[in-house]
């Protein structure tokens, strides 16, 4: 669940922070029990921080975990080839995200077959499935790149456009968890940066008003899985600044 924890905490520890101010971080470590905590059809617990627009989130051994993923539409199926889950909360605006992720296998269905971006995606600035960043982390081409989704276009809805390099030569590791860190900042001018690596590969962009306004403010955050089996942990949201 989203909990506020004292940032201090850990500096208290080095230095002391008598009279710093406590500010929230948002944290979801996925403890508790085993079962369904959302789907697209359903919410099964009413205090989950998340909403699934497609496939289904589970938690499983205190991670949350897409199911293996199938394309749906049957009793008993979960959908989750095409896996989507953003936080209910969108007032994140300059955050650091970090989490644990992995990926344990790559799927195809009838309903989706390989493509080059299957993999796993980091969302923030969400503001609706329309507009919104996306940073590709683990992709089936083994490349990780920054994009900015637009309103208007024939991709539900919008159209991407990229805001950084691609970055090659970053293959998925199958079954070992990685660490992944995104973060958006607001620049002087309008702009906004938006900054990741996994585990040490590093990818950055900045968008100048490509495709249509900076996305500046505040937004959900989230994680999108295609043709993909993830399992993640300690979702943690640091406001910045």
């Not at 009279?19 to 085993?34: N, R």
């Not at 919008?158 to 998925?172: E, F, K, N, Q």
Request: net charge negative; glycine share 14%.
């Amino acid at each position: 669940m989203f909990k506020s924890i004292a940032i201090c905490a850990v500096a208290a520890s080095l230095a002391g922070c008598a009279g710093a101010v406590v500010e929230p971080t948002g944290l979801d470590d996925f403890s508790g029990p085993d079962g369904l905590i959302a789907s697209e059809h359903e919410s099964a617990e009413e205090d989950s921080p998340w909403t699934v627009t497609s496939g289904s989130l589970f938690r499983a051994q205190g991670a949350g975990w897409t199911g293996v993923p199938d394309e749906g539409g049957r009793p008993g199926m979960t959908g989750s080839a095409v896996f989507r889950m953003v936080s209910s909360d969108k007032t994140f605006g300059d955050v650091d995200v970090t989490l644990s992720l992995d990926v344990v296998e790559l799927v195809t269905t009838q309903r989706t077959p390989p493509r080059d971006y299957d993999g796993a995606h980091v969302w923030v600035r969400y503001r609706s499935p329309e507009e919104l960043y996306a940073v590709s982390v683990d992709r089936r081409d083994g490349k990780m790149v920054i994009k900015k989704k637009c309103p208007g276009g024939d991709v539900n809805g919008g159209t991407y456009h990229d805001l950084s390099p691609v970055v090659g030569g970053a293959p998925i590791p199958f079954g070992r968890r990685q660490h992944v860190l995104v973060s958006v900042r607001d620049l002087p001018g309008g702009a906004v940066a938006i900054n990741a690596t996994r585990d040490g590969t590093a990818v950055s962009g900045i968008d100048t008003g490509i495709g249509c306004a900076p996305l500046t403010g505040a937004g959900g955050v989230g994680l999108r899985g295609d043709n993909a089996e993830l399992r993640f942990a300690d979702f943690v949201v640091e406001p910045i600044g």
